[in-house]
């Protein structure tokens, strides 16, 4: 297991090495010259160039990779162009909430979802069963952006339920008074997709071999789904579950900004539009590394789940 | 290159192929066949869309600003409506007061302007270029937008944008994951390496900086908008095909196309496409609903298309300043109508996988 | 002109510090777009200066209820002295204030003096530090120029002396400019000239934008980049009592009923946040999570009930008024325009046929119309180079043309712009004639490109958007690569020079974007720049306004009507032209 | 003469499945049949009998949608109608009383679960026992069904288990509740031969020692015959033949058994043509055809000669992973003669298909010579190899998997012929193809059709016909006729028989059935893990076996009745 997962930090070596390339050659070529921002009214030729060599944009490109290399190696990107704040602390202020919005989505969508499909998929061919796939079908194809603006008017606002936006230093107060409606809104969005795809998955459990045998063996329907399907159905769950978290970043992105959760999503448009590069930089690394050590844990899921997974 | 066509003049007595059958249980699926109906319905106004056959006057002021719904005209909320020659009066009153007490110049007069005699001239010859004032509606059937555009004609403009958008970058999306999916997968080695390195540094690049610097790079339009969402979505269908072809091209089927000296190409895109091209019809309508729905958002963060097309997306965007006045209609309408749309969609694409999984007999 | 013109005079009485604010009374605010830092000399943006203001005191500053603004005292005993020649200005600041409590001061109190301020005004010449207000003072003070060139890329030598910026004892300052210029005293009023601390900038030197430490009301406690500020009342304050004789005007009249007598600031504490959408900042309001707000455009409509006769004239909308919710207004003290490219080879040149092409553009351009729609009717149209309430300003010229978009037209064909077989316009030589508009990628920016589309529509001239980020856009237009583009300019100062510069040819390729370069307007621009405010500059100005309209470089827009809402429970707010806050005035009685 | 009532009734079952047309089909055709208490039923038929579906139908376990059971039909456990029964009642039952062991052991067992607690699960379920009894009670369970280390095994998932080892879980999970009735659908089909018959014996060995009536259901008559008391004979839906075991052997009624009994090749006899069905239906009375002599001859001209042939399979995992390799087909050689058939048999995993496959190219061989008429194969480029690859052909096992679905029989015809420029223009090759598919007896028309609309023996027909276009010399059957019931085996082996004779083609055929190979081989190699453990003429090789294996391999051949298997119980 240690050298499997020794291997596979290995391996994300030429990955981490690739994305450092497509951003830097992104960033380089299109990222637009951040000296514009910071000289403000004052565009003389000198200011201008005086920015650039502060920002050591006027190193050759190698010259300026290399720089961008010793900093993923140290993982300390330096300070931000724009606001001159230590990226480090920037991100350390803007992980919180995020985690806190994103993770809570996560988990109580998962939870309600992967509920709601095994509901679903044991009354297969129900009333019940029809009408939530319906309701799911519709609910998903409203846009994101359609709930979030309705959401925030008609049951802030007009309902005056939750408060219309906000962000607290104190975890409990985020918790009870300012997450709820991003978090109702995040589930939603993300809830009737997962119930499909879920159910879908259990359905195609149902119909294999084992759950024959467990019928033959004179188990009950609700033990079957609870306890046979619904760990051999966690395989296509994680997987789904693994490949929607980049996803999440952009709906949490409009939730972060209706909201005014200073989240991650929020900094990176904010972060471009500057084209303050060492927040993008460190923001795209920090993400990139995040990816690929979920997806080493989803492996090491894999394998607690499923006896069968071989970690090679 | 000799000639491939293998259709045997026999193939009219039409036998079951698997799309025959896949077409005639996908017929006997009332909500599937619905479905159909709907998309293809959508696809037929698209069409007559973009030949210019309706809606292409959506660009004409035909009503007053914010005219409600014909049927509820009476509840919607009151708009008063400033027109610029108020504004202009208004502006005149302004300067001509001051310039009652005042000893500085009140413009430019006729003897400083190089242009004065020119313009003198121009407005003799003016005539041909006067236009007259449509009358504008009170009311329209869905309302009308900030500068009184017919929302209905907004409407249907807007989906055929959409539709063209969704379906072009899922085309491209598809293609691009296709042929590389097929490469990865059927060839593995080296080139599988090398394409799953890249798969694996575009996954973890979030989304949205793909988008922002693709965006950044290709200027704005339909075209970029298409590009930006396939360029942000092959890796899906990459994915799929890479197994596909991975597990495809160890069936016997295949072995046999090698036996009989059939080369690379040939077994990849003769053999093996057809028999994943069900899938890729299902991805193909899941991709269209996903990038439908990707544009309302790109739209929203001022990505969208130009100002002389209009989207859904861009109709989308412009609802929260409407809403916070009280003119429900536009989001309202586009709501529903892509809804109709999305939901037909995902149900056809249900359809089609049960329809035409060949496991199914 | 300015009967209504009264003065508040905010006595420093004693100058023992005398905390009066309330530590529970919170005002909630909100930016419009995310800071960037709190570096006086480092930030320019409009929402990073509206935080320094507060934190930082600039030599002078304005009275809060006079109008037209009008300079005072503030850390001086009186304004300074200007020399015959215009050239020589001699502050004296008074003794006892001190800066705020920082770490850098080693535990000690840390008292303003007169090398502070010279400190901080060579910072902005500090080659290394990029100051974005360095065209303020580049090249204005006697022996600046060498320091900065004897600088070359690295620090500013802070302690060689520099005759233009004399510190002649604890508390005086001379400064003394290479040219005339009566007009320098409104520069030295913004707050990117306010006082820093040596010690601090050196303690903190990576990282001045965090650490702002000032002599200002308040003090920065809390700042989350891009989504919270938290500034609380500066202890050290020095003591200043409001004291104001009011005139006619009920706002005034307000006001000083608010706080005569009373020691500012009164708020303990300020927080302000982020929102850039529309809908959350005015349901926020609304909800009374934000005390202080402007009217987000989209709102206009529900919140005012505008006169369509006369759409300057308002009131709020009744559901508002019953909350007494208060309504305050004025015209910004800025101007919009779309400018040309003067030297490209379409839309640029002075020949006949190519200001025809601008000018016939120009008139097409409904402004008004835009203005009905867009602006809800809360903007007037631009006239003048000069906006209203900046020094300068003519308001009985009429710049912009008349719009008729037939006559234009018309004008486009005497000149051989002819429509071409496809219904296109060519230019005179038969070539297509193409014209690329710039713009930002807003759902605004989308609104006025429908009534530029329009605009070109109607002329048959083929136009191409070119989308990009500002700093794209910026750089685009650096290298001559656009052709037209649109931008704002804010006052820095209230003096017209601050806009007429705009079009001068020394400046071309940086303030001046259109890139016009005009012989007589440059000669009259400079001639200007001798003269104080008064009849003689503004025939200069007048002159030169023809010129700008005669050549059509630019395309005057709009200028904005502000109009800012504030629930019933706050007191003491009227909005000032050139102040971006009026915190330190605020009171909250709930 | 039997006063006690049966275990089990079945009463005019009918099950008719309802398509999605909702056209009923009916797969169960009023069928009766009892099961005496602790006696084999045998229930015999080939693919689509109904014979599964009668199983499904004892204990309720066909799909509730689509299908149907009549109203009037019975089905009696112990006095109680199981069609009536609640749920409750029913899952009771299931795993208590009457038990199942499905055909795929793999796939019935749950593969995320360790088999103890599979076990575990059905004990607790139906006896009140703690779990730790339960525990006590799985071991010994399988320490009874013959499993090495039983106490290891408990934690040991279905994945660790070898395919005899899982089908021994598969039994031990369905005795554990001491069941009246245990219900095996195909037990040991998947299975290797070898372990067939231990499978065979341990179930026999339980039923004596439980006193367990056992409903056994299988295609394969012969390895009925060696273990049921009576025998029930299905062909589409019905019951053909209910009779006591010895007399289904010794005096068959019914056509369609004797036909059963007669189309499998024995190692007695070798037909110059095998008996199909068609032979005993009806009038028609079949006679027995002359026998056929095989074996090498000593004017054979060698056609193709393999020389220590090594396959090897490399698996690599991500890109710094290590590299793994396992030899496949290990030092095999070998010569075939022109117009004689080499046999090649051995167990799954012996390496004889990926031998195959090498020989072709289709799986890259690392050392070894391929002499195709002297010419090294494996030495060719691929320029060169395209016309040798025309001459040597493979049929492979499958034959709903090698013909592309998406094809019709035109297209899979003419596509060879196109590739090698056979026939000048399309329509010549349709012609051609037309041809070739009444030549292995198929009517011209199917043309048109898709490789769907036949049956497994008609595809296996159609894959033969795309071979001949191609005119080859050497044709590779690889396990060509295993997936097919037995009578269209036949049916299928005749087909090879006639195109050897006629056309002169040398063939290598592949399989796991040494009787199908006896019928069809002059010469025989038997593999064993990649290598050859036995090379010799086809009499010979079956008349005296000289290496174990090959003699393990002949007795593991299900004889029938009356070769009564001997129970051995561990």
Redesign the interface.
């Given at each position: 297991m240690l050298a499997y997962i020794v291997?596979?930090v290995?391996?994300m070596v030429?990955?981490?090495f690739?994305?450092m390339?497509?951003?830097f050659v992104?960033?380089n070529?299109?990222?637009?010259?951040?000296s514009?921002?910071?000289?403000?009214?004052?565009?003389?030729?000198e200011?201008?160039a005086?920015?650039r060599?502060?920002l050591g944009l006027d190193l050759p490109l190698p010259q300026q990779f290399l720089i961008f290399m010793r900093q993923v190696l140290t993982l300390d990107f330096g300070?931000?162009w724009?606001?001159?704040?230590?990226v480090s602390a920037?991100l350390h202020?803007r992980i919180g909430p995020s985690l806190l919005l994103t993770g809570s989505i996560l988990l109580l969508g998962t939870v309600l979802a992967i509920a709601i499909a095994a509901l679903v998929a044991y009354l297969r061919?129900s009333v019940t069963d029809r009408l939530v796939t319906l309701i799911a079908?519709?609910a998903?194809?409203?846009?994101?952006?359609?709930y979030i603006?309705?959401g925030?008017?008609w049951l802030?606002?007009k309902g005056?339920w939750f408060?219309?936006?906000?962000?607290s230093d104190s975890t409990l107060d985020n918790l009870l008074h300012y997450l709820p409606l991003p978090l109702l809104l995040g589930v939603i969005v993300g809830l009737a997709p997962d119930i499909?795809f879920y159910r879908s998955c259990f359905v195609e459990e149902l119909g294999?071999?084992?759950v024959?045998?467990?019928?033959?063996?004179?188990?009950?329907e609700p033990v079957i789904m609870l306890k046979?399907v619904l760990?051999?159905a966690m395989i296509p769950v994680v997987t789904s579950l693994m490949?929607s978290l980049?996803?999440l970043?952009?709906g949490a992105?409009?939730l972060e900004?209706?909201?005014?959760i200073?989240g991650m999503?929020?900094?990176?448009?904010?972060a471009?539009?500057?084209?303050d590069f060492p927040v993008?930089k460190a923001?795209?690394i920090y993400?990139?590394l995040a990816?690929?050590l979920f997806n080493l844990l989803t492996d090491i899921v894999y394998k607690l789940?499923?006896?069968?997974v071989q970690l090679? | 290159m000799p000639h491939t066509s293998t259709t045997p003049p026999a193939a009219q007595h039409h036998h079951n192929s698997l799309t025959r059958i896949g077409w005639r249980r996908l017929r006997r699926d009332r909500i599937g066949f619905s479905a159909l109906c709907i998309v293809g319905a959508y696809l037929l106004l698209a069409l007559a869309a973009w030949s210019g056959l309706v809606a292409s006057h959506w660009q004409d002021e035909v009503a007053h600003p914010y005219a409600p719904p014909t049927l509820f005209a009476g509840a919607a909320p009151h708009h008063v409506e400033l027109n610029a020659a108020d504004i202009d009066a208004a502006d005149r009153r302004a300067t001509s007061a001051a310039a009652l007490d005042s000893s500085g110049a009140t413009g430019l007069s006729a003897s400083e302007d190089p242009l004065a005699a020119d313009l003198a001239a121009a407005q003799q010859q003016s005539a041909q270029y006067r236009s007259t004032e449509q009358a504008r509606a009170d009311s329209l059937p869905l309302g009308a937008d900030q500068r009184g555009r017919d929302v209905l004609q907004k409407l249907l403009q807007g989906s055929a944008t959409s539709l063209q958008v969704g379906i072009a970058g899922a085309l491209l999306a598809l293609t691009i994951g296709t042929v590389l999916g097929a490469l990865s997968g059927y060839f593995g080695g080296l080139l599988d390496d090398l394409l799953m390195w890249g798969y694996s540094v575009f996954t973890s690049v979030p989304d949205m900086l793909l988008l922002l610097a693709f965006a950044a790079v290709s200027g704005r339009g339909i075209g970029t908008v298409v590009l930006v969402m396939a360029f942000t979505s092959w890796t899906g269908t990459f994915r799929l095909m890479r197994a596909e072809f991975l597990k495809h091209k160890g069936r016997e089927y295949v072995r046999a196309a090698d036996a009989i000296g059939a080369g690379h190409g040939r077994r990849m895109f003769h053999h093996i496409l057809p028999n994943v091209s069900h899938l890729l019809l299902v991805q193909f309508s899941m991709l269209t609903v996903a990038l439908i729905k990707y544009e309302a958002i790109l739209s929203f963060l001022g990505f969208g298309v130009g100002v002389t097309q209009v989207s859904w997306g861009a109709m989308l965007a412009e609802a929260p300043a409407e809403l916070l006045q009280g003119y429900w209609w536009q989001m309202l309408a586009v709501t529903l109508c892509m809804s109709l749309l999305v939901t037909a969609f995902s149900l056809l694409s249900d359809s089609l996988r049960d329809a035409l999984d060949p496991k199914v007999k | 002109m300015n009967q209504h013109a009264l003065l508040a005079t905010l006595a420093a009485l004693v100058l023992l510090p005398a905390q009066a604010a309330d530590m529970n009374k919170v005002l909630r605010v909100a930016l419009n777009a995310p800071e960037t830092g709190f570096d006086p000399a480092k930030v320019s943006d409009l929402y990073s200066s509206t935080v320094t203001e507060n934190i930082f005191d600039p030599l002078v500053t304005y009275d809060y209820l006079a109008r037209p603004a009008k300079l005072i005292p503030n850390t001086v005993s009186a304004l300074p002295t200007i020399s015959a020649d215009g050239k020589v200005y001699t502050f004296r600041l008074r003794p006892g204030i001190h800066f705020a409590t920082d770490p850098a001061f080693k535990g000690k109190k840390r008292e303003l003096t007169a090398a502070d301020y010279a400190y901080s005004i060579k910072r902005h010449l500090d080659p290394s530090i990029h100051s974005p207000w360095s065209f303020l003072v580049d090249g204005r003070f006697v022996g600046g120029n060498e320091l900065v060139k004897a600088a070359g890329k690295g620090a500013l030598n802070y302690d060689a002396p520099l005759a233009g910026i004399k510190v002649l004892d604890r508390y005086t300052l001379q400064l003394t400019l290479t040219a005339t210029n009566f007009n320098y005293l409104p520069i030295l009023a913004m707050p990117a000239f306010g006082a820093v601390a040596r010690e601090v900038i050196e303690a903190h030197r990576d990282n001045t934008n965090a650490h702002p430490v000032g002599t200002g009301p308040y003090l920065l406690k809390e700042w989350k980049p891009g989504s919270r500020i938290v500034l609380e009342a500066n202890p050290g304050f020095r003591k200043v009592v409001f004291n104001a004789t009011p005139g006619n005007d009920p706002v005034d009249k307000a006001v000083v009923q608010a706080l005569q007598g009373k020691t500012l600031p009164q708020l303990g504490r300020i927080e302000i946040s982020v929102i850039e959408e529309e809908q959350p900042l005015w349901l926020s309001f609304l909800n009374r999570q934000l005390d202080v707000s402007g009217i987000p455009q989209a709102a206009l409509q529900s919140a005012l009930v505008i006169d369509p006769k006369n759409p300057l004239k308002v009131r709020l909308a009744e559901q508002y008024a019953r909350q007494g919710i208060q309504l305050q207004r004025q015209l910004l003290p800025e101007v919009t325009f779309h400018f040309f490219n003067m030297q490209d080879p379409v839309v640029g040149g002075d020949s006949k046929d190519k200001i025809a092409l601008r000018r016939a553009i120009a008139m097409s351009f409904p402004v008004s119309e835009a203005i009905a729609s867009i602006r809800r009717g809360q903007a007037v149209p631009m006239n003048y180079i000069v906006p209203p309430g900046v020094a300068g300003h003519n308001p009985a010229f009429r710049g912009a043309p008349k719009f008729d978009p037939a006559a234009a037209n018309a004008l486009l064909d005497r000149f051989g712009y002819r429509v071409g077989s496809d219904g296109y316009r060519t230019r005179p030589d038969g070539k297509p004639l193409a014209i690329e508009l710039a713009c930002g990628t807003s759902a605004l920016d989308k609104q006025w490109n429908e009534y530029w589309q329009k605009t070109f529509d109607t002329l048959k001239i083929r136009l191409g958007f070119r989308q990009g980020k500002w700093n794209e856009l910026s750089k685009a237009n650096h290298q001559g690569k656009l052709q037209m583009w649109g931008m704002a300019w804010g006052a820095d100062y209230p003096d017209g020079e601050n806009f007429m510069q705009l079009l001068y040819g020394r400046n071309a390729g940086d303030s001046n974007a259109a890139d016009f370069k005009n012989a007589d307007y440059d000669r009259l621009f400079e001639a200007s720049l001798k003269l104080p405010h008064g009849s003689q500059r503004n025939q200069l100005y007048d002159a030169m306004n023809k010129i700008a309209v005669a050549q059509q470089p630019w395309i005057f827009g709009d200028i904005r009507m502000r109009s800012t809402l504030a629930h019933s429970y706050v007191k003491g707010l009227k909005l000032h032209p050139l102040l971006n806050t009026s915190w330190r005035y605020l009171d909250l009685q709930k | 003469m039997n006063p006690t009532p049966p275990l089990l009734s079945v009463r005019k079952l009918r099950v008719s499945f309802r398509d999605e047309h909702g056209h009923g089909a009916e797969a169960v055709k009023g069928i009766s049949f009892d099961i005496p208490a602790g006696k084999t039923v045998a229930l015999v038929g080939e693919s689509g009998s109904g014979k599964s579906v009668t199983a499904m139908a004892i204990t309720r376990l066909l799909p509730e949608h689509g299908c149907h059971i009549a109203a009037d039909s019975e089905i009696l456990f112990d006095g109680r109608n199981l069609l009536t029964a609640s749920r409750r009642e029913l899952r009771r039952l299931r795993g208590g009383d009457i038990a199942m062991v499905f055909q795929e052991p793999m796939s019935s067992l749950n593969p995320v679960y360790s088999v103890g607690e599979q076990i575990i699960e059905t004990l607790m379920l139906h006896t009140r026992v703690g779990r730790k009894a339960a525990y006590q009670r799985a071991v010994a369970l399988l320490k009874e069904v013959g499993l090495p280390t039983p106490d290891r095994k408990m934690s040991s998932y279905p994945h660790q288990l070898s395919g005899g080892q899982q089908q021994r879980v598969m039994i031990a999970m369905a005795i554990a509740c001491e069941p009246k009735l245990l219900i095996a659908d195909e037990p040991t089909t998947a299975l290797d031969v070898t372990i067939q018959q231990q499978i065979l014996q341990l179930l026999a060995g339980l039923q004596k020692k439980h006193g367990m009536a056992v409903l056994f259901i299988s295609h394969d008559l012969e390895l009925v015959g060696q273990f049921a008391d009576e025998v029930v004979v299905m062909h589409h839906g019905s019951i053909h033949e209910h009779a006591p075991v010895q007399q289904i052997f010794e005096a068959p009624q019914d056509p369609y058994t004797k036909a059963l009994l007669r189309c499998r090749p024995h190692l007695a006899q070798r037909p110059a043509r095998l008996p199909v069905i068609k032979d005993f239906l009806g009038d028609s009375c079949y006679f027995e055809p002359p026998q056929r002599q095989r074996g090498y001859q000593a004017d054979d001209r060698v056609i193709l000669e393999v020389q220590g042939l090594c396959v090897d399979y490399h698996s690599r995992h991500g890109w710094f992973g290590g590299r793994h390799s396992q030899r496949a087909v290990d030092e095999v050689s070998f010569t075939l003669m022109r117009g004689r058939t080499l046999g090649i048999v051995g167990e799954s995993g012996c390496g004889k298909s990926t031998l195959g496959l090498a020989l072709m190219r289709l799986q890259q061989a690392s050392v070894g010579r391929v002499l195709f008429e002297g010419e090294d194969m494996l030495a060719l480029t691929p320029r060169q190899l395209r016309d040798y690859k025309r001459r040597i052909q493979i049929v492979f096992q499958n034959p709903y998997a090698s013909l592309n679905p998406r094809f019709s029989v035109a297209q899979i015809l003419t596509e060879p012929m196109l590739l090698h420029g056979i026939g000048c223009d399309a329509e010549e090759r349709l012609q051609l193809a037309g041809d070739w598919l009444e030549h292995v007896g198929l009517p011209r028309k199917a043309l048109a059709k898709y490789p769907h609309e036949f049956s497994g023996g008609q595809r296996q027909r159609i894959a033969i016909a795309r071979c001949l276009t191609m005119h080859p010399e050497i044709l590779i059957c690889d396990e060509s006729v295993s997936a097919l019931d037995v009578s269209v085996q036949a049916q299928v082996l005749n087909l090879l028989q006639a195109l050897q004779d006629e056309l002169g083609l040398s063939y290598l055929f592949i399989s796991h059935d040494l009787a199908v190979v006896k019928h069809l081989s002059d010469q025989v190699l038997v593999m064993q893990h990649g290598r050859c453990v036995e090379l010799a003429d086809a009499d010979t090789l079956y008349a005296a076996p000289q290496h174990p294996y090959t003699r393990q391999l002949l007795d593991a051949i299900p004889q029938g009745w009356p070769h009564c298997i001997k129970p051995r119980v561990a």
């Open positions: 291997r596979r290995w391996q030429p990955t981490l690739g994305v390339l497509l951003l992104l960033f070529w299109v990222g637009g010259d951040p514009y921002i910071l000289a403000g009214k004052n565009l003389s030729a200011a201008l005086g920015i060599q502060q300070t931000s724009s606001t001159q704040q230590p920037l202020s061919g079908t519709c998903m194809s409203v846009s994101a952006l359609v603006i309705a925030q008017y802030a606002f005056g408060p219309i936006m906000g962000w499909r294999h071999d084992y024959r045998t467990a019928r033959a063996k004179g188990l009950s046979h760990r051999n490949m980049p996803y970043m952009m992105m409009l900004t209706f909201f005014g200073p999503g929020k900094e990176v448009v904010m471009v539009e500057r084209s993008i923001i795209t993400i990139a990816t690929m789940i499923d006896p069968r090679h | - | - | -």
